[in-house]
Each structure stands twice: as structure tokens, then as C-alpha cells.
């Protein structure tokens, strides 16, 4: 058996043995403790080096020296059969050893001071010296050092709005011999103002308290903050509601400290520190914009698109058009206030109206146009900003252009309903219509503003389309046929309509038509007519065009001996027969002729 001493908590890993044999060899087993690591298994064995890694070697006990270090006290064992005379030529065993040694931080802060060339060297080698009875030892390594206490860097908002969203951050610190040795962390934020924010977390381990003592009016420590250990630090998580009285200050600095009780004192080092605000950035804001916002008439007209080339657009003067959009604060994406925050009114054409809010940062409205202006501007902003109770210095920020309307009091309207009988257009009120072929008819629209985007023709066919057979052109029994205009483009357009079926209407049944359409800003069409043949545009004839007759013994005028007197009224009656019927007859022409002239004047 052979002993050694290793330091106690020493790791070995590595056991290395020279072995010399003197005379026959027999077989050989290596153990330490209950452990057998090596064997050699065959006779007449030769000088033989053994390495083993990781050799599991068992203490036997505990030896302590004079200068107090543990040893661990390893027996190696050597056991066989049959005797075995040898030497041990060499032994070696490896091990890792970790310590941590108090008290060289005056001796290496000296030495390292004077060997840095004012700490221009990156590294400082420090010299050691050790002496021991016997054996041999190989050093490598470094000075590894950090503070008592860490305050860990963190990250604040760079800019704070009042949004009714808490805002925060985390801060982590960590106690070099263990957290719970940090009794308070202090967070301190500065105002660019001269205001400050100051709380106090104590009672970390049992009973975490936050403590505000000052900047309720900037910052108030919402009842959610917390702290909890992760990964080895006491991580706090702060968390703030934004008074709307902190207005738009430049910059606030922040620092967060842990602090441990020594004596009474509070004892802690160099402060993690942070900035909100500062170069392009302000460290609160509470001032509002309207950053979007859209017209549109009750026809669901965006009369607001500015960059249409219609733009400005035609409403129907007197109506109401709804107005919507969105509230940010300023020099922001889309941060919003919450809807009891802010109030939006819009300018009309002098006249202030205001408006709903609907949600966070929403409102909409309803603004009437004017009745006599050709236009008026609409221009939003931010009424109130900030709650009822009011903001300390919140402001309206708009920056938007008003939107035109034009203001269309006047009605588009029908004219020159007429048919084309191949050869002219003729006037169809009253026009005779073959009903062998389909009718087409065509009538003028014009509007002085904005045309609306489609006219409706309404026709009724006597006895084909009168469904309850009273002879009567009810508007419910009118057939529809629809054609488009360009929308919004003032001036006037000929439409076309073709291909209207009267080929199975009876002879001179009643042909009945009337248009109606709106504009663009919703004025219905005049001029147009009504259901009905004594309220339509035109009544048209369906039937063959039958001469009209009349008989010159049927001519009556009541002369004085054949003559007609000056000064005096005569009357002249005929009698006029049609087979398409009287009302077929557009005009009848009376011409005179003198006993001294040759031609009828």
C-alpha cells in the first residue's frame, strides 16, 4: 500500500505510475479503496508506465497541517496471488484545485497601480511566490474581480405620453456574497426642469415596499411594480402612470442603486445610469395632432381626396357630411390618448362644430354645409387636449390642410326626349311608333356641377305592363333601364336607350316613359317626369302610322256673303279623322289665300 496527501476538495483527473519489477512477475491488481482503477492481468509483466484518467481514488481521511490546510489522505493499493518484488519509479497525480484567497486586494491594487503605466496596460502581470517541503506544481490563471454590489445597465423610454398605457422599465442588480444582502434600491430620476422622481424599495426579501417621496406630478409608480431573482439578479420592474401635467420636458437622467445596511449606513457603488429625452427627442410630451382624417357625403363620397384630380368635390348644399379621424400625440407613429383625453372640433367655413370621440385617439361627427356659399373649407383640431380637470401646457399641434368643398345648390335636369324615325329626331311626346321594330329613345341630362353616375329611364307599356288591368300606369308597374354617367364632370350628356320591345303591344296602346337620377352631391333630376301619362316625360303611340284625313266638304267658315269682315271673329271648324287616334296629331296648319294671289300664304 502506498499513501499520499491531496488538498481536500482537490478534482483529479489524472493518476500516472512508473513501475520497475526485480525477478518473475505475476499478475497485479491496483485499487484504491473499494475501487480497483487498473489491473495487470498476465505473469512475467516488464517495466510498465501506467496513465489513467479519472481514477476514482477514495480517501481514507482527513490530515490538517500546520498552516491549517485539509489534505485528503488517498491509499493506493497493490494486490496479487502470488508475491510480486518491484519499485515505484515514478507517481504523479492531477488535479484542479479552486480557491478563493481574502484579503490580496490592498497587495494587488498596489502592485497593479504601479505597473500600469496609469492604466495604459491591458494586462498587469502579477507575480507569486509559494514554497513547499517537496513535489512540484504548475500555476496559470488571473485576478478575477467585480464590486460588491453591480448596478446593471438598463434601458428607459426615450420619450413618456400620458396614454393611460403604463410605461416602465427593469433595472438589475446583484450582491456579490448573495442578494439578499441588498437591503434597498434607489431609483432617481431628474427633470431638465429641476424636478425629480425618487423611490425607495426596501424590505426585499420578506415584504417588498416601493416608496414614492417625490414627482407625482411627472411620474407615479404604478402598484404593479415588482422584484423577483432571475439568473442570479434582483431584477425590478417599475412601471409608471404619465401625469398630463409633465409638459414636454427635454430630458430626465436616471439612476438605479442597490444599497446594503453596514453599521446603520447605507453602503453601495457606482450608480447604473439612463436618459430619457435628449439630442432629437424629448423626455415627455403632452401636446396633440390630428394626424388623419376623411369627408364623406351620405352617398359614401371620400370627399376629401386631395390628391384626386376631380378634387375639389361637389355636396349638396344644406346637407350633412361626416367627418372622422384619428388623434396621436405630437411627433409620434401612432400613439394615441384615451377617448375621455381630448375633444376634436372642426372649422366650417368660420363656424366651429364639435365632434364625438369614439375610442382611443378616434372621433367622428356630422357637419352641416352652408346654403348659400359656392364653397367652404373644413379644417379639424384638437379643441381640448388632455382631460376635463385640464393638462399643464398640452396644446393642439395640427398640421393639416383644410378640405374644399364646393357647395351644388342646383338640380340636374331631363330635356329633348326624342325618337329617330331614320330620316330626323323628332320630338317623342306624342310620336307614332311602328311596333315592328324595337323603340329607341334619347334624352339630354345637363348639370352645371357635378353629374351623378347614372340616369334611369321608367317606361310603361299600355296592357302589357298594367299587371292589375286598371288602365292606369301605376309607378309600381314602370320597367327600369339604367345608363352611366361621369360621375362628378359637370355639363351636359345625350343617353341613348335601345332595344325597348313594343312588339306585342296592341294598335295605339300607350306608351308611357319618365327619368329620374340624382347628381353628384345627391339633388334629384327635374324635369324629368313622374308615373302616370298625365305626369310622364312623353306619351308615345304604338301602331302603324296611319294618315290623317280631312274632308274639304267638312271645312266650315262662317263668312258674309262669302266674305270675311275686318274687325270682326269668324270661326272655322273642320272635322279631322286619324286611324292611330286624335291624340296622335301634333299640330294642325291653317293656311289663307287672298282672290288676288297666286300662292298660299
Do not use: C
Not at 434 to 461: C, F, K, N
Amino acid at each position: 500500500t502506498m499513501s499520499v496527501l491531496v488538498p481536500h476538495n482537490a478534482n483529479i483527473h489524472t493518476l500516472l505510475l512508473g513501475i520497475n519489477p526485480s525477478g518473475t512477475t505475476n499478475p497485479m491488481v491496483m485499487k484504491s479503496g473499494s475501487n480497483s482503477f487498473y489491473q495487470l492481468p498476465l505473469s512475467n509483466w516488464t517495466t510498465t508506465v501506467v496513465s489513467i484518467a479519472n481514477p476514482q481514488l477514495v480517501s481514507s481521511g482527513i490530515h490538517v497541517d500546520s498552516n491549517g490546510r485539509n489534505w485528503s489522505m488517498i491509499d493506493v493499493e497493490f494486490s496479487s496471488p502470488l508475491s510480486n518484488t518491484f519499485e515505484i519509479g515514478s507517481f504523479a497525480i492531477g488535479y484542479n484545485l479552486f480557491e478563493n484567497i481574502s484579503g490580496l486586494g490592498n497587495v494587488v491594487r498596489t502592485y497593479h497601480e504601479s505597473n500600469s503605466n496609469n492604466g495604459l496596460v491591458d494586462i498587469v502581470d502579477v507575480p507569486l511566490t509559494w514554497n513547499a517541503v517537496g513535489g512540484g506544481v504548475a500555476i496559470d490563471g488571473g485576478v478575477y474581480h467585480e464590486n460588491m454590489i453591480t448596478n446593471h445597465p438598463f434601458n428607459v423610454p426615450e420619450t413618456w405620453y400620458p396614454s393611460g398605457v403604463l410605461q416602465g422599465f427593469t433595472t438589475q442588480h446583484h450582491h456579490l456574497l448573495g442578494n439578499e444582502n441588498i437591503d434597498e434600491i434607489h431609483l432617481i430620476g431628474v427633470d431638465s426642469s429641476g424636478d425629480s422622481i425618487t423611490i425607495v424599495l426596501d424590505d426585499i426579501n420578506t415584504n417588498p415596499t416601493f416608496t414614492q417621496s417625490s414627482g407625482f406630478g411627472i411620474l407615479e409608480l404604478n402598484n404593479t411594480s415588482s422584484v423577483s431573482e432571475v439568473g442570479g439578479r434582483l431584477t425590478v420592474d417599475w412601471q409608471f402612470e404619465v401625469d398630463w401635467d409633465w409638459d414636454d420636458s427635454q430630458e430626465v437622467s436616471w439612476s438605479a442603486q442597490g444599497y446594503e445596511i453596514i453599521n446603520g449606513n447605507l453602503e453601495g457603488l457606482s450608480p447604473a445610469t439612463a436618459q430619457s429625452g435628449g439630442v432629437g427627442a424629448q423626455a415627455s410630451e403632452n401636446d396633440l395632432q390630428v394626424d388623419s382624417w376623411q369627408v364623406t357625403d351620405l352617398f359614401g363620397h371620400d370627399l376629401s381626396d386631395q390628391f384626386s384630380p376631380s378634387y375639389p368635390f361637389w355636396a349638396k348644399s344644406g346637407t350633412q357630411v361626416s367627418v372622422s379621424g384619428t388623434v396621436r400625440f405630437e411627433n409620434t407613429l401612432d400613439t394615441r390618448p384615451l377617448e375621455d383625453d381630448f375633444v376634436v372640433a372642426v372649422n366650417v367655413g368660420g363656424s366651429d362644430v364639435v365632434l364625438n370621440t369614439t375610442g382611443a385617439g378616434q372621433w367622428t361627427g356630422l357637419v352641416t354645409l352652408p346654403n348659400s356659399s359656392s364653397d367652404v373649407n373644413l379644417t379639424p383640431y384638437v379643441i381640448r387636449a388632455g382631460p376635463a380637470s385640464g393638462a399643464n401646457g398640452a396644446e393642439d399641434r395640427t398640421l393639416t390642410n383644410p378640405v374644399k368643398i364646393l357647395v351644388d345648390s342646383q338640380s340636374p335636369w331631363a330635356s329633348n326626349l326624342q325618337v329617330n324615325n331614320g330620316q330626323r329626331l323628332l320630338d317623342a311626346d306624342g310620336y307614332t311608333w311602328d311596333p315592328s321594330s324595337d323603340l329607341s329613345l334619347q334624352v339630354t341630362v345637363t348639370d352645371e356641377q357635378a353629374l351623378g353616375d347614372s340616369i334611369t329611364m321608367h317606361y310603361w307599356r299600355e296592357v302589357l305592363d298594367d299587371t292589375n288591368l286598371d288602365g292606369i300606369a301605376d309607378e309600381s308597374e314602370y320597367r327600369e333601364m339604367s345608363k352611366s354617367l361621369p360621375e362628378g364632370i359637370s355639363g351636359e350628356r345625350t343617353l341613348t336607350f335601345s332595344g325597348i320591345d313594343v312588339s306585342g303591344m296592341d294598335m295605339n296602346a300607350k306608351f308611357s316613359v319618365y327619368f329620374s337620377g340624382t347628381d353628384y352631391a345627391g339633388h334629384e333630376l327635374i324635369y324629368g317626369g313622374m308615373a302616370g301619362l298625365e305626369n310622364d316625360m312623353g306619351t308615345l303611340i304604338i301602331a302603324i302610322n296611319e294618315p290623317t284625313n280631312i274632308p274639304s266638304s267638312e271645312i266650315v267658315l262662317d263668312t258674309v256673303n262669302g266674305q270675311l269682315m275686318a274687325g270682326q271673329m269668324h270661326n272655322l271648324s273642320m272635322q279631322i279623322s286619324d286611324a292611330n287616334g286624335v291624340n296622335s296629331i301634333d299640330i294642325v296648319t291653317v293656311k289663307l289665300l287672298g282672290v288676288d294671289q297666286d300662292e298660299i300664304g
